[in-house]
Structures are given as structure tokens and as C-alpha cells.
């Protein structure tokens, strides 16, 4: 059944948010492209939008049904953004204001491992079943079988380590592990919702096959930057507690999430340009300088300058940019904090390496993603009203803290 039939049947119905007929309507909007979905469309799920904001309770599949057509619905709303193109509000992401995960860093890293598999796990499945099967979704300039070779394993790259902590290791323990078996094994160890997640968020603007890697790569960045900013948040909270050595801890931990994460750009600088200039032209208005997990993890190191807070960067950002003003800690007030009450040898003993690696972790990852957007755009302006390179050439040595304090000669940490 089509999209548009399946939801006029669903609206003369008893029209329950749990019996809505997700699988249909995802499937058209990937048979056109989010921003080619015909005007009937349109109309229909508009129709659904106006019963669900009347008659779905509060429940989770109430909130679910409205959230998946707020997204679908953007760009016919006029208020497209970053953060619809990626469907964020449909993944469950580390949540830097739950104060459970920000207290236990295990449970933040096992939210973000389970998703971050489960989106890389679908698009490795996605690959291969489109190079064995042309009636694929998004049929567009697909790559050559080469690529998809070289996608498939820096895809099982980015895995590895997330596999072996959730205990997955041996559901692709031999080199040559076909994508679809280890989606099989992945999808059943996700339970409901996570699968639902994951369905419902791959609604691409366009038919062009390398979106589908775009957008699942952005996905996993956008949980990985969620995870390190809940971690600051437990690094702000050790120290405000006075526990420097566990606060250099867990600053080591975002650091070694951010360097594990880093084969996601290998993986997306197999896309291919003409293909990202392709379903670029339809991505007006959402850029990634739009992402609140990144500024906020920005500014949880530290309060950023007023013109930097004052600038397109963070007003498209708003909530990140609300925090900083509102006078939020940071690892660099609380490290000044230390230092002040005359904990300054502590500081030096137990946080100038971990500050310096997380900063040189974060300028890398800025500096990749700059040498990536050139090799895409040129000199092209960006998308969501930003200059493009120009401004991520400016942004990518920002300091990552004010200062790191220095190092006494012959001082040493031992403490992992």
C-alpha cells in the first residue's frame, strides 16, 4: 500500500498513534526524497499531524507519532533545520540534563555505543543490499562496487570497539561477516523502541544513495558529541565536589570517545562529491553549525568570548548559546575554582594532561572537518545561511580552553 492511501485508511479509522502505518510512509518519502514528497502527500500526513495533536495522549506512542511528523514536515512548515534533517528528536541520545547518566559514565557510554552500532550497522546493511539489489531505495549515483568494498570495512572499523563493550564481538568475529547477518544479530540485541529509532529516522531529502551515509554518519557524530557533553558535565560535577582524579578520569574518557570516533570521517570521505553536491541543493537551511550537542560541548569547556556567543554560530544554537550566558560551570571555572582554594598543585598533578589531550582531540576533530568540507564544497558557500569552509577555517583553532595550567618539570600522573 502507498504512503497516501495507508494513511487515509489510518485516518477513517480508530486512528491510534501505536497503529500508524510508519513502514508505508517512511518507504514513500524514501521513494521521492523528503523534499520531493507529492502534495497529497503533504495534505495527508498534515491531516494526521492536526488528529494526533488532538487526540494522542501523552503516552510514548502519542509523543512518538507527533515528533516523526513535526520532522516529515519541516520543510512544508517552513522551518526546516539541522536538527529536523536528522531526525534527532526520533534517536534516543545521551541527555547532558539527565543527572543519572551524568553520574554514571558507564550507563551515558552504553547509550550512545547501542545507537551509534545500530545506525552504522544499517547503513553497512544498506550498502551492501543496494549493491546486490538495484530496487533499493535511493537509486541515484550509486558507487562503484570498489567503494562499497572500502565502505563496508571502515564501516566494521568504526564499529569494533563498541561491539566488543556491548558483548557483540562474536556476532562479527571473522573478517569477511556479511552486513546483513551482523544487522540480524544487532536488531535483535536492540530492543523495540531502538528499532523503531532507527527506521523512522532515515528520511533523506533526496534519491541519491550517498545520502544514506551522510545522514548516518552525521547521526553517529551528533550521539558521540552528546555522550562527551554529558561527560563534561560529570567532569564539572567531580570537580565542583573536589575530586580531581576521577574529574581527569572522565575527561580521559571523552577524549578517548572522541579519538575512537574519529574513522567516521574515513568512512564519510568515501562519499562521493558529485554526489554530495547532488543532494546538497536541497539541504538549504540546515547546516551543522545548527548542532547543540557540539556548542555545547564547547561551551562546557569554557564560556566562550561574548562576540563568539554573539555570533551565527551560536544564535543558531540557541539553547547551547542560553546556557553559556546563563552563567553555566565549566571545566575551566571549576578548574579555576581548585587553583584558587590552593589546590593548585592537585590541578597540575592530575588535570594538565587530561585537558591537553581533550583539547588536542577536539582541534584534530575540527581541523578533519574542515579538510573534509573543502575537499566537498571548494570554496562553495555552506548550507543553513553559514560562509562554508571560509567559516570553519575560521572557527578551527578556537582555543578549546583558556589555559591548560602548566606542567611542573619532572611531574608525573599515575593514576589509570
Same mark, same amino acid.
Request: proline share 5%; glycine share 6%; charged share 25%.
Given at each position: 500500500?502507498?504512503?497516501?492511501?495507508? #494513511?487515509?485508511?489510518?485516518?477513517?479509522?480508530?486512528?491510534?498513534?501505536?497503529?500508524?502505518?510508519?513502514?508505508?510512509? @517512511?518507504?514513500? #518519502?524514501?521513494? *521521492?526524497?523528503?523534499?520531493? @514528497?507529492?502534495?497529497?502527500?503533504?495534505?495527508?500526513?498534515?491531516?494526521?499531524?492536526?488528529?494526533?495533536?488532538?487526540?494522542?495522549?501523552?503516552?510514548?506512542?502519542?509523543?512518538?507519532?507527533?515528533?516523526?511528523?513535526?520532522?516529515?514536515?519541516? $520543510?512544508?512548515?517552513?522551518?526546516?533545520?539541522?536538527?529536523?534533517?536528522?531526525?534527532?528528536?526520533?534517536?534516543?541520545?545521551?541527555?547532558?540534563?539527565? %543527572?543519572?547518566?551524568?553520574?554514571?559514565?558507564?550507563?551515558?557510554?552504553?547509550?550512545?555505543?547501542?545507537?551509534?552500532?545500530?545506525?552504522?550497522?544499517?547503513?553497512?546493511?544498506?550498502? *551492501?543490499?543496494?549493491?546486490?539489489?538495484?530496487?533499493? +531505495? /535511493?537509486?541515484?549515483?550509486?558507487?562503484? &562496487?570498489?567503494?562499497?568494498?572500502?565502505?563496508?570495512?571502515?564501516?566494521?572499523?568504526?564499529?569494533?570497539?563498541?561491539?566488543?563493550?556491548?558483548?557483540?564481538?562474536?556476532?562479527?568475529?571473522?573478517?569477511?561477516? !556479511?552486513? =546483513?547477518?551482523?544487522?540480524?544479530?544487532?536488531?535483535?540485541?536492540?530492543?523495540?523502541?531502538?528499532?523503531?529509532?532507527?527506521?523512522?529516522?532515515?528520511? +533523506?531529502?533526496?534519491?541519491?544513495?550517498?545520502?544514506?551515509?551522510?545522514? !548516518?554518519?552525521?547521526?553517529?557524530?551528533?550521539?558521540?558529541?552528546?555522550?562527551?557533553?554529558?561527560?563534561?558535565?560529570?567532569?564539572?560535577?567531580?570537580?565542583?565536589?573536589? *575530586?580531581?582524579?576521577?574529574?581527569?578520569?572522565?575527561? =580521559?574518557?571523552?577524549?578517548?570517545?572522541?579519538?575512537?570516533?574519529?574513522?567516521?570521517?574515513?568512512? /564519510?570521505?568515501?562519499?562521493?562529491?558529485?554526489?554530495? !553536491?547532488?543532494?546538497?541543493?536541497?539541504?538549504? %537551511?540546515?547546516?551543522?553549525?545548527?548542532?547543540?550537542?557540539? $556548542?555545547? @560541548?564547547?561551551?562546557?569547556?569554557? !564560556?566562550?568570548?561574548?562576540?563568539?556567543?554573539?555570533?551565527?554560530?551560536?544564535?543558531?544554537? +540557541?539553547?547551547?548559546?542560553?546556557?553559556?550566558?546563563? %552563567?553555566?560551570?565549566?571545566?575551566?571555572?571549576?578548574?579555576?575554582?581548585?587553583?584558587?582554594?590552593?589546590?593548585?598543585?592537585?590541578?597540575?598533578?592530575?588535570?594538565?594532561?587530561?585537558?591537553?589531550?581533550?583539547?588536542?582531540?577536539?582541534?584534530?576533530?575540527?581541523?578533519? *572537518?574542515?579538510?573534509?568540507? #573543502?575537499?566537498?564544497?571548494?570554496?562553495?558557500? %555552506?548550507?543553513?545561511?553559514?560562509?562554508?569552509?571560509?567559516?570553519?577555517?575560521? #572557527? $578551527?583553532?578556537? +582555543?578549546?580552553?583558556?589555559?591548560?595550567?602548566?606542567? &611542573?618539570?619532572?611531574?608525573?600522573?599515575?593514576?589509570?
Amino acid at each position: 500500500m502507498n504512503g497516501v492511501d495507508a #494513511v487515509q485508511r489510518w485516518l477513517t479509522g480508530q486512528r491510534c498513534s501505536d497503529d500508524f502505518p510508519y513502514r508505508d510512509v @517512511v518507504a514513500s #518519502v524514501r521513494e *521521492h526524497g523528503k523534499h520531493f @514528497v507529492p502534495p497529497q502527500m503533504l495534505e495527508v500526513l498534515g491531516q494526521a499531524r492536526e488528529v494526533a495533536n488532538s487526540v494522542a495522549g501523552p503516552d510514548a506512542g502519542g509523543r512518538l507519532l507527533r515528533s516523526f511528523l513535526n520532522v516529515l514536515l519541516d $520543510k512544508a512548515d517552513g522551518r526546516y533545520d539541522y536538527r529536523t534533517y536528522l531526525a534527532l528528536e526520533l534517536l534516543p541520545l545521551p541527555d547532558a540534563d539527565r %543527572g543519572d547518566i551524568v553520574v554514571d559514565a558507564a550507563a551515558a557510554l552504553r547509550y550512545r555505543d547501542r545507537l551509534v552500532v545500530a545506525l552504522i550497522a544499517d547503513v553497512l546493511r544498506f550498502e *551492501h543490499a543496494a549493491a546486490e539489489d538495484r530496487r533499493q +531505495p /535511493l537509486p541515484e549515483l550509486r558507487p562503484a &562496487p570498489g567503494l562499497t568494498r572500502k565502505r563496508l570495512r571502515l564501516g566494521m572499523r568504526v564499529l569494533q570497539p563498541a561491539l566488543a563493550r556491548l558483548g557483540l564481538e562474536q556476532a562479527c568475529a571473522v573478517d569477511d561477516v !556479511r552486513p =546483513d547477518r551482523l544487522w540480524r544479530a544487532v536488531e535483535d540485541f536492540l530492543d523495540q523502541d531502538e528499532r523503531q529509532a532507527v527506521a523512522l529516522s532515515m528520511l +533523506p531529502v533526496s534519491r541519491v544513495h550517498d545520502e544514506y551515509l551522510f545522514l !548516518r554518519v552525521l547521526q553517529s557524530w551528533e550521539a558521540t558529541f552528546a555522550l562527551v557533553a554529558v561527560d563534561l558535565c560529570g567532569v564539572i560535577q567531580l570537580l565542583g565536589d573536589g *575530586h580531581a582524579v576521577h574529574g581527569g578520569a572522565r575527561l =580521559d574518557a571523552a577524549t578517548g570517545i572522541l579519538r575512537e570516533a574519529s574513522p567516521l570521517f574515513s568512512l /564519510l570521505a568515501t562519499m562521493q562529491v558529485a554526489a554530495f !553536491r547532488d543532494f546538497r541543493r536541497w539541504t538549504e %537551511g540546515a547546516s551543522a553549525i545548527q548542532s547543540y550537542s557540539y $556548542k555545547l @560541548v564547547e561551551s562546557l569547556c569554557r !564560556r566562550p568570548e561574548l562576540a563568539r556567543l554573539h555570533s551565527v554560530a551560536f544564535q543558531s544554537a +540557541p539553547q547551547a548559546r542560553m546556557r553559556a550566558l546563563s %552563567g553555566q560551570a565549566t571545566v575551566q571555572s571549576q578548574v579555576g575554582k581548585l587553583e584558587r582554594a590552593g589546590f593548585a598543585a592537585v590541578v597540575e598533578d592530575q588535570l594538565v594532561e587530561s585537558m591537553a589531550s581533550f583539547a588536542a582531540a577536539l582541534t584534530g576533530w575540527r581541523r578533519t *572537518h574542515y579538510s573534509l568540507a #573543502v575537499r566537498m564544497l571548494g570554496n562553495e558557500a %555552506g548550507t543553513g545561511y553559514t560562509s562554508g569552509t571560509a567559516y570553519l577555517k575560521e #572557527v $578551527k583553532d578556537i +582555543p578549546v580552553f583558556n589555559r591548560v595550567p602548566s606542567t &611542573p618539570s619532572g611531574a608525573r600522573r599515575d593514576r589509570r
